[in-house]
């Protein structure tokens, strides 16, 4: 069982906007480990991994895996429309000693709940480590059912699931009907983080603590506490950063732009981004330069 805060990581890249940027990496790293994480997840929604080719992504597995030298377990990403890629990215993660792996749903072509739950129970058959399943329907166009879910569960190689739907009623229904078995639970959406975890999940994986990480575990520390004063105190910065990093311009990539311009703004990483998005321009930056350094002033206020 997992359990905790398991930040999603951006990827840094150099100013070509497609390799990676090793120093930046290492970087990021120890200030996401630095903040008390419980697990690191890397080539996900927030990594940009579908828009990196697969060398940079063997190469991003191999060097967080030596930079985090076991200090907590690493997650891979291995979505893909080819099952072959996924298990060759799941073999590359095996050698570098991550811990588990994780994977949306193959996008393009509409599967049904059938031809999904065949699929997974293939890929998790012929993988070298722990699966989560992970549900991103507003990406992939495609939600695990309930049922599916439920059924894929069973499966010895599947540990968990992922969730990023935001359908609270049905992270609450997977949280009652699994509460018996040894099944992790985790949630995508920062914003719904602590009561996901009052209504017994297993904690989230959240973009924020990319660049505030302490503020989520304490966050998360507090839901299991029931200490709501503190959960009040602590969500409306978290709700901060929403509105006001995630939100700004009228991009679809407004959160992957927000996210890694307030990382360059306090200095860990530059604000590369892959095709076939660019960096915000002079105005959105002037907004999350302010922003992100009125967020920071609040938080050190009160962690």
């Known amino acids: 069982m997992v359990n905790g805060i398991i930040p999603p990581m951006v990827t840094p890249l150099l100013s070509d906007n497609l390799s990676l940027d090793i120093k930046g ?41 030596q ?24 073999e590359v ?14 996008f393009y072509y509409g599967l049904g709940q059938i031809e999904l739950y065949k699929y997974y129970w293939n890929l998790a058959n012929q993988l070298p480590l722990p699966l989560f399943l992970y549900n991103m329907p507003s990406h992939t166009k495609i939600n695990i ?25 049905y992270f609450q229904k997977l949280c009652h009907l699994l509460k018996h078995k040894d099944f992790t639970l985790l949630v995508g959406p920062e914003e719904v983080t602590a009561e996901t ?6 904690g989230g ?23 709501f004063d503190r959960i009040y105190q602590l969500q409306h910065l978290v709700m901060e950063i929403s509105t006001k990093i995630y939100s700004l311009g009228s ?3 407004s959160y992957l732009k927000g996210m890694k311009a307030g990382l360059s703004t306090l200095g860990i990483i530059d604000a590369h981004i892959a095709p076939p998005f660019h ?9 999350v330069i302010k922003n992100i350094n009125d967020i920071k002033a609040e938080i050190d206020k009160v962690l």
């Open 251 to 253: 991009f679809g990539s």
């Open 205 to 227: 994986v959240n973009g924020g603590a990319n660049m505030f990480p302490k503020l989520y575990v304490e966050l998360y520390n507090a839901a299991i506490a029931k200490d």
């Open 197 to 202: 975890v009052l209504m017994g999940g297993n």
């Open 67 to 90: 930079v985090v030298n076991g200090r907590v377990p690493v997650f891979v990403g291995i979505s893909d429309t080819s099952i072959e890629e996924s298990i060759k990215l799941g």
């Open 145 to 169: 059912d309930i049922d599916t879910a439920l059924k894929l569960s069973e499966h010895p190689n599947i540990i968990g699931l992922k969730d990023s739907s935001a359908n609270i009623v």
């Open 279 to 287: 960096k915000f321009d002079e105005k959105e930056m002037n907004a």
């Open 25 to 65: 990496v290492n970087k990021l790293i120890n200030h996401i480990l630095s903040g008390g994480v419980h697990g690191l997840f890397i080539l996900g929604t927030t990594g940009e991994a579908t828009s990196l080719s697969y060398k940079t992504r063997e190469q991003l597995i191999v060097e967080s895996c």
């Open 93 to 106: 993660a095996k050698k570098a000693e991550a811990s588990a792996l994780v994977a949306a749903p193959p």
